[in-house]
């Protein structure tokens, strides 16, 4: 290997460790971290994002990339190495635009934001937090003024969460979605059915015990796993044998079940990254489209089916016999799977939540194009929700301020949750083709043939390629919403049967 | 402020942010992560060291202090800017002789040689250690040999852990102990007195509750501070507000609760350095031996004081009827007092305690300076064991392997626990002489004076000062066994009442 090579290798190896530092001092943020603690670790977590800004756009970083543009030319695209040098030059050629200072300060404010964006939460305080959304955007928008030659100020926020992906190209996308979806809801929307069994008494020590047995079942192994309780469900980890992913356990019911499964999705596929290049950026996940793509697949393409509950339903009577006991199971499936609009995204069902997507990534664009102002976001919310949902937003806890990713200095983010469950249907039918068997084997409770073919198909490029032309590789097609709202066609229309 | 000074400053900032995390790391490691993670971790916690250490050995680093050299002539040695140009000047000139990749190398070798130790102490093997061990001590002279124009090599090692303190003046403070612990220890070492109550049946959840009472008492905010259980307890944290304390809990004795007490000292320490220092060297603990003065301090002239039982005796009593509602005050207090040689450092009385130090102290200089092969330890320990204390080793478990120290790369340590324990002695003194009310204070539950005077007179310094310096600062008067030895021969001569 060239010296060069090994001393790009070696200092790429050097940001990885920060960034995957900074990932597990997230994780301890949100689980164990006191809560005075906040103020350091926003320094800290600000020092390790300089630092390592500062290792990749050094001019050594320059000097390397230049030196290897001869040996980049002559090896194959599809090698490790000419996917490592055409991934760092292009993480190079981005991050040399933006001041360090700057991408500290996004850091540091995103961090003073949060705690902020709590309590204005807990007290429904939209006033509360504009101060600290209005300079978390600011931010945003001198980062895109770092850049030029760009079709849409958005496409720089988005390319930072799905790389090489357009505003243009989610647009015609999600305004494929838009009207199929709307009229799927309102045909849906009235639906009877009695699910007050969903609504009860679910102690959460039975829960906790659940969801331990629902990843185990699937392929968590506690020597590289850990699962802990948080108010918001996430998956984070330090490296393919330190996977740590949380679920919300609520008294009142037990949809803490499909976060946890969601959440494990998210830890196969950092678990199942390529292990001859971890501490290289390829050895990481590819976007976060493709890694919802995987979230999606485990919470609703498994956990949401008549396979899995023939054999996990049992289990969760047992658990919860005063809920559960007279309940049969098609009622059970019909109950889980219900379309029924609703005021907060992560509690919305297969159907409904592709429009809240759509409310968010409509609503980013008009911030960022400076076509809305800030302190009209709650009005603007609520008359959207209104229109695309059908529902009265209440207040600000239950509407613009319900999720936490402005708070954290993310935006361009939340496209990636409706494009990657679109391509999730993409991804389940070429499995099912594959292993014609797979239902069969869940209904068995084995769940090998699945790990192993996303495992070879999408974990094992880890981010050697585009979110598309990763796609591309694992079904033959990059991103279709037609088999999706087939998928939503067959499954409600029919209703679902065990 | 200068520019040059402000450049520095920022630069130590980074520095010491990257210490705290890689603090928070080893907190992780040992309470948190899953087993398969250490790999990551050893080579996370090695970039952190090394980009850190390359932070300072820069020599833009060099360049700053030399253009500051006039400034810090003109500034008061007592005031912050003056100590921390000097602090930084002296951990620049050490830094700057040891090559990057041998700090990185040591620290990594540290982080693979801990799980091989694990295993070795479980199946009692040192034979298995032993490689992990050759590779930590050759490093170690790797290390030593960066360095001349000392007296003796072991002073290197030493200095890491209590700075500007030479191996002479060590040996001269233990040589002063050696005799008068040995002829303590055989004057006491056949008394009697039942103690059967204090091994038995100690249910852990009344012993969380209880470790979770006493810190509570002392002064543990929850908002700062955790308490978590480990297989070692010790404490850490990310800075003043995030202090993260552990113990173990064993559930045939209540020793964690004295573990407890012992690492609240040191957190305390740390929870008081001064704020205005924060992220700056200074603004750190003085040295392992200050910290040892606090936590000895809290566990043996608090938590093995007649004032602190006759106020938490009852309390224990309630949660452990079975074991002491038929054991009176005195005969409690006796048998936490109890003078008896044993095998294992952490559990040894005040009495022995220090021979297991002197051991351990004589041990590494006779390694450092190849008197030794490492092969023959051993024998060596057992032998010493049964000079210094009266006690035969059985096993290795229980013999040279009872520790992590040198499985974690830690050598030149040992001394600290007990130039600790000699200095709590002295703190003491001093404080219950500003303070004659305190042992009626601790009667009543009351530690404000305590915390506050220590607070003020030892942990305000932080590391602006020489552990000497400081200890002076506190007391008056630089290190001294006899105040100790005094202490000793008070409280077992005379027995210890309530």
């Not at 694992?474 to 991103?479: K, L, M, Q, R």
């Amino acid at each position: 290997m060239s010296d060069a090579l090994v001393q790009l290798k070696e200092r790429l190896a050097k940001i990885t460790d920060l960034e995957r530092v900074g990932r597990l001092l997230n994780w301890d943020h949100q689980t164990m971290m006191p809560p005075a603690g906040g103020n350091h670790r926003a320094e800290h977590l600000a020092t390790l994002r300089r630092i390592s800004h500062e290792l990749l756009i050094d001019d050594e970083t320059g000097r390397l990339l230049d030196e290897l543009r001869p040996l980049e030319e002559t090896l194959d695209a599809d090698s490790d190495d000419g996917a490592l040098l055409r991934l760092a030059r292009r993480d190079y050629e981005k991050a040399v635009r933006v001041p360090t200072e700057l991408r500290a300060e996004m850091t540091r404010a995103a961090a003073h934001a949060r705690p902020i964006w709590v309590k204005a939460r807990a007290e429904s305080s939209f006033e509360q937090f504009l101060p600290a959304l209005e300079r978390n955007v600011e931010l945003r928008h001198e980062y895109v003024a770092c850049f030029d030659g760009v079709d849409e100020p958005y496409d720089i926020l988005l390319d930072d969460f799905e790389p090489q992906t357009t505003t243009a190209e989610v647009r015609e996308t999600f305004d494929e979605l838009k009207p199929e979806l709307m009229s799927l809801i309102a045909e849906l929307r009235d639906e009877d059915g009695d699910v007050s069994f969903l609504q009860g008494t679910f102690p959460i020590d039975r829960q906790e015990k659940l969801a331990k047995d629902v990843v185990s079942l699937f392929g968590f192994r506690p020597d590289t796993w850990r699962l802990d309780p948080t108010e918001h469900p996430f998956a984070s980890g330090a490296g393919v044998d330190d996977i740590r992913i949380t679920t919300h356990y609520d008294p009142t019911s037990m949809k803490s079940l499909f976060s946890t499964m969601h959440e494990y999705g998210h830890g196969l596929y950092s678990h199942q990254q390529p292990r001859h290049l971890e501490r290289l950026p390829t050895g990481s996940p590819c976007s976060l489209g493709i890694h919802e793509s995987q979230s999606r697949l485990w919470e609703n393409l498994v956990g949401r089916s008549a396979p899995f509950w023939r054999l996990f339903y049992p289990r969760v009577q047992e658990a919860f016999p005063d809920q559960l006991r007279a309940v049969e199971l098609d009622d059970f499936l019909a109950g889980i799977n219900r379309v029924r609009p609703s005021l907060i995204r992560i509690k919305a069902d297969e159907v409904t939540y592709g429009m809240h997507i759509i409310l968010r990534f409509e609503l980013e664009q008009d911030i960022i194009n400076r076509r809305v102002e800030l302190r009209d976001l709650p009005q603007i919310w609520n008359e959207r929700m209104s229109e695309y949902l059908g529902v009265e937003v209440r207040n600000d806890a239950q509407g613009v301020l319900q999720d936490t990713h402005w708070a954290s200095g993310l935006m361009g983010y939340f496209a990636t949750y409706l494009l990657g469950t679109v391509m999730s249907v993409q991804i389940w039918q070429k499995v099912l083709e594959d292993v014609p068997t797979l239902e069969e084997e869940i209904e068995r409770g084995e769940f090998a043939s699945l790990r192993d073919w996303l495992g070879e198909h999408v974990h094992a490029h880890g981010r050697k390629f585009s979110p598309q032309e990763t796609l591309r590789r694992a079904t033959g097609t990059t991103i279709d919403p037609k088999p999706y709202l087939a998928y939503l066609r067959t499954k409600y229309g029919a209703g679902v049967a065990a």
